[in-house]
């Protein structure tokens, strides 16, 4: 197998233009050169989201890659260095919009399938991908919904790797073996407008919403633990005033939201926020949006396999780590599988002129390869 092949794939994908929740024929690309190695393919559709689910084999083990095709926009055209979507190689790095996050990593994963298949076309257990095109969004009809239809049928992933852009200087060097869990809430502190000059007849919100806010920032929710952080809040907007000088408000909107660890669960987020609230007896209306639980694979098979396969092809160990923001992993470590991500440098992701190092899909791919042979053979 041509390492050129990977390259050909990720240039492929790159060229069609799929920002969220668009897909643009990546799917169906991807199942075409799937079928043919034997796998069976399951079109997902939610409503405008586009899911690909494929499956090699029928019985357990089940080693699943989980990945996007959609991208977040290109920003304005006139400020790359050559058009987002018309892949382009210059000085060795492969540009494009999703050429790290995470077009490179689809193409690495399927040319390693390909490639392990060839060599162990009678591997133990099945091979899977798990793939969506509302990663980038709302995240709603996308890997939740694909989840939940294997859940109903008792179709189980035992070991998901995200091909997410963990690295940080150089391929490898960090996996993800977890991730935060995400909350937001919107507060609405309710006052009485009135005139400056007569407070008596006003109440003002944001003088009693102040020592309050002012809690929520000092307090400590947690300690973290060896995987962790502690859990941090923080005030993302706030508003309120009429834009007038002489008129007291008579509401304040605050948006803030937890980033918070296993030590957490957003129920006791909850309940401590709306004990500070009552505590400085504030009137008030408060809603909640949970993006997702943080989830933790400390240990098990797939670490195991992935660590191993990085220090014999890098000559570096991996450091795990459980930053960043929230992924679609999350989704899939409810249901028990262990997951784990690893991908490419993330220093470009979202950027103006993203790229991922050529050589480095090469590497990716390989070391896809050697992760599935620890595990399925």
Request: net charge negative; hydrophobic share 40%.
């Amino acid at each position: 197998m041509s390492d050129s092949h990977v390259l050909a794939l990720a240039k492929d994908l790159i060229s069609r233009p799929s920002v969220t929740p668009e897909d643009h024929g990546c799917q169906q690309m991807m199942a075409d050169f799937l079928r043919r190695l034997g796998f069976s393919i399951e079109p997902m559709v939610f409503h405008d989201t586009t899911n690909l689910w494929a499956r090699r084999g029928n019985e357990g083990p089940v080693f699943c890659f989980a990945g996007h095709t959609d991208v977040v926009p290109a920003g304005p055209l006139e400020k790359w260095d050559s058009p987002p979507f018309e892949p382009t190689i210059r000085d060795g790095y492969l540009y494009g919009r999703g050429a790290a996050d995470m077009k490179g990593s689809i193409a690495a994963m399927m040319v390693a399938v390909e490639r392990f298949i060839e060599q162990h076309p009678a591997h133990k257990g099945s091979i899977a991908f798990l793939i969506t095109s509302d990663e980038e969004g709302p995240f709603i009809n996308g890997t939740p919904k694909v989840v939940e239809t294997l859940e109903a049928r008792g179709e189980k992933i035992t070991w998901c790797l995200v091909g997410e852009p963990s690295s940080t200087t150089r391929l490898g060097d960090v996996v993800k073996n977890g991730r935060r869990g995400s909350i937001t809430g919107d507060l609405k502190v309710l006052g009485i407008q009135g005139h400056v000059a007569y407070p008596h007849l006003g109440r003002n919100p944001i003088h009693q919403a102040a020592p309050a806010l002012a809690e929520l920032a000092a307090t400590q929710w947690d300690q973290g633990n060896a995987f962790f952080p502690p859990t941090s809040f923080q005030i993302a907007n706030i508003r309120g005033g009429t834009g007038a000088s002489n008129v007291i408000p008579g509401e304040l909107e605050v948006q803030f939201n937890f980033r918070f660890s296993t030590e957490l669960t957003d129920e006791q987020i909850k309940q401590q926020v709306s004990a500070i609230l009552d505590r400085h007896g504030l009137e008030y209306e408060l809603n909640w949006t949970l993006s997702g639980h943080p989830f933790l694979t400390a240990s098990g098979d797939l670490v195991a396999a992935i660590t191993a396969a990085i220090s014999e092809q890098t000559g570096h160990a991996p450091v795990l780590s459980t930053s960043g923001g929230t992924s679609d992993g999350r989704f899939i470590a409810r249901t028990g599988a262990q997951v784990v991500e690893l991908g490419p440098v993330n220093a470009t992701i979202h950027k103006l002129n993203e790229c991922v190092k050529v050589a480095d899909l090469e590497q990716l791919s390989a070391l896809y390869t050697d992760i599935l042979r620890r595990l399925l053979v």
